[in-house]
């Protein structure tokens, strides 16, 4: 069994879990300490809809890209490409957005959920279920990000999904160890650092995400005589070629095999390939600049920002040097 198609998602799963843990350890405190932990089940409530609700969508898209390979046996293979091709799309769009929205919103989300919990008690009657609704939407936000992910590698079997379980019940160790245990762990560094994991292993999905359409455009040229011109690069006098992604950058089947240890961890980690074609470098290279930039200058300025407030004096020790002075 190929366990390398599980780590990506397994570190995907891992730092959205985590989050959404957070979320989940802030609301059961904030209730204890305003004596209401008579909503806890609300909470419970809420993370397992949550998760029943994820895996209901990533079986619903399992389904409709069967339902339609099967409407359309001829084409199924094309189908099934261009769909992985799709939500791969997809899921770069969303993990980039949450990146940045989290790493920008990082700070304020203790005040920001503990000001919705306020609100959700003082109307009484409706307290469970603004609470519900407040874990509900922190777990499935988290988890459509992650079935995206693993609905972008169907061709990789059952691994995928086991690697999301694998996640999901290590960030549930995370939350018990932080708010059950009361164990430290420095959640900041711990985001930074699954950050640039993240932003490497989108820039790899967007490496996979070309290959997809390349395998789907030319698949539809071999069913469909009608459809040949789509590829409008071919190289005809290689035996590595592509459809639409241009001349071959660089070939390292014989020093780094993308199917062999380590080349196959790199490539479901990392999207790493043995034949990279020009637009593909295109793309990841942009990737990095605008994503990967911007999550970088995100972090920096969050570290500026935490050093200014370190090296301001209180008002007060400002106060009383000023009245020794005088």
Known sequence: ???????????????????????????????????QSRLNPWVYAGIGVGIASSAFVGVLLTWVTQALSAANPQYAAVIEVFLEGVFSIIAIAMLSWMLLWMTKQARFMKAQVEGAITEALFTDSKAGWGIFSLIFIAVV?????????????????????????GGLAASAGVGVILFKWGMKINIRQFFQVMGVLLVLIVAGLVVTALQRFDEGFANLALANRASGSLCFYYERFTKVHSCILGPIVWNSSKILPDEAFPGIILKSLFGYTQNLYLVQAVGYIVFLVTVGGSY???????????????????????????????
């Open 1 to 35: 069994m190929n366990f390398s198609a599980a780590l990506p998602v397994f570190v995907i799963t891992l730092r959205e879990g985590v989050e959404a843990a957070l979320v989940v350890g802030i609301v059961l405190a904030s209730l204890k300490r305003a004596k």
């Open 141 to 165: 936000r988290e988890g459509f990000e992650a079935v995206l992910f693993v609905a972008s590698n169907l061709q990789a079997g059952l691994m995928p999904a086991i690697g999301a379980v």
């Open 296 to 326: 970088l200058r995100s972090i920096m300025a969050g570290c500026r920002g935490k050093n200014q407030k370190l090296g301001q004096k209180p008002a007060s020790e400002n106060n009383t040097f000023a009245k020794k002075r005088g």
